[in-house]
């Protein structure tokens, strides 16, 4: 995924009221961003850092500006924008990055299904095999290598891994990719010191058939790719 218009950096001020951001610009400019990340952002939030930031070409948007991604102090790059994390796996099941959903000849997104009322991200269905659910989730909490999800308690996301035990236990095969957004992390695993209750759903989620796929993205303030699959540690 290329970003076009190209990205332009500025160094984060602070971030405040969940969905904003103040940052100043090589030039001296303040501007207000918008955020479009409701989650606890630790470690992607630090004043001082360098912001990528998008224009949009919509003059009569408030905030014109949406914060994409977060280059720290380390070097570490990091996609805060959550909707990309949906691009980016539609992108790489469009050109079969994933080697495990490969072979489907339909893709549909944002499908109804289950009996909470949800919408899963990704259906996938061909002729000669089940229907494939997949629901996604943004990954970038960081301790040192070790990415984390989530980073605050998520009653949606305990939700999702309910609705897809259902699904496989229907005989459809039901999958959850994390899209890992943070260069620095190396492995994945469920935030138990976080939010135990998702921990222990996922680990009986996978016991009943539903598949974890971990994928990291190759970020750069030019473009951004699904390419490498990640160790789970459950």
Known sequence: MKFSPALQPATLIQRYKRFLADVITPEGETLTLHCPNTGAMTGCATP???????T???TKRKYPHTWEMTETQSGAFICVNTLRA????KEAL???????LVGYGTQKSEVKYGDESSRIDFMLQAEDRPECYIEVKSVTLAEEENGFFP???????QKHL???????AAGKRAVLLFAVLHSAIERFSPARHIDPKYAQLLNEAQKQGVEIFAYKAELSADNMTLRSSLPIVL
């Not at 001082?48 to 998008?54: I, N, P, Q, R």
């Not at 949906?86 to 796996?89: C, D, K, R, S």
């Not at 309910?162 to 496989?168: F, H, I, K």
């Open 48 to 54: 001082g850092d360098t912001v990528w930031y998008s």
């Open 162 to 168: 309910r609705e897809l035990m259902s699904v496989a």
């Open 56 to 58: 949009s070409e919509n």
């Open 151 to 157: 980073d605050a308690v998520t009653l949606r996301g």
């Open 94 to 100: 469009t050109n079969g990055i994933l080697p495990e």
């Open 86 to 89: 949906n691009q980016l796996v």
